[in-house]
């Protein structure tokens, strides 16, 4: 029974980790649902169950930091369908706090036994760091737009692809795997930006050209 419990998580995984990766950016609602899930369950792994990532809470049977996770990306889809103004800026705020949690994972250990602070200490810190690393991914997404939500789709793209596969960090291989899904998420979204600005730029030659010719009939006219 757990073979197949994880099998299924492993399958959901990494088929929401390639939809990320290369249809992220065009789909916002079901963009911030993934992105709200996987990093709600890992706040909650390291934070309150201890473990190091959203995955293990399934191992430890903790099915109420489960049912929060999956409540969280519930709220994140709903938010990105009806406000999709806001949702940017939630995507680049989770990105934010996401990227900055795996430094704190990193440094965490340094924060309490080099430091020699306590882990309330640590905690705190860490919390800390969530919320100025999402205030800064909120703003990065506000500022470049398009360009910023590619990058940090295709970073949620392959950490997910990574996890449901469960690759040895340290392996060579899978750094091959790394790049190459990173410049294929890359390579397949910004083609399609491209493709959408160049739809786009017709209309808008357009819409400057009636305003040139209204503005010399006007001249026109005023001059009669």
Do not use: C
């Amino acid at each position: 029974m757990e073979f197949v419990s994880n099998l299924i998580w492993a399958i959901v995984i990494v088929g929401l980790g390639f939809y990320t990766l290369l249809f992220g950016r065009k789909v916002l609602w079901a963009t911030l649902g993934v992105m709200a899930l996987i990093a709600t369950a890992r706040v909650l792994a390291i934070f309150i169950a201890g473990v190091d990532s959203g995955r293990q809470l399934i191992d430890l049977g903790a099915w109420d930091l489960v049912g929060i996770a999956f409540a969280a990306g519930a709220l994140g889809v709903i938010l990105g369908k009806f406000k999709p103004g806001i949702a940017v800026s939630v995507i680049g705020f989770i990105a934010g706090a996401d990227i900055t949690l795996w430094f704190y994972e990193i440094s965490s250990h340094l924060i309490v036994e080099v430091a020699r602070l306590s882990e309330q200490v640590a905690l705190g810190i860490g919390l800390l760091s969530l919320l100025l690393g999402g205030l800064l991914g909120a703003w990065l997404v506000r500022k470049y737009g398009g360009e910023i939500i590619i990058i940090v789709t295709m970073l949620v793209g392959v950490q997910l692809i990574l996890d449901g596969f469960q690759l040895d960090s340290k392996s060579s291989l899978t750094a091959i795997m790394i790049i190459t899904l990173a410049l294929v998420g890359v390579l397949v979204q910004y083609a399609d930006y491209l493709r959408e600005m160049e739809s786009k730029a017709p209309l808008i030659g357009t819409q400057q050209a009636d305003s040139t010719l209204d503005f010399f009939q006007s001249l026109e006219l005023d001059e009669g």
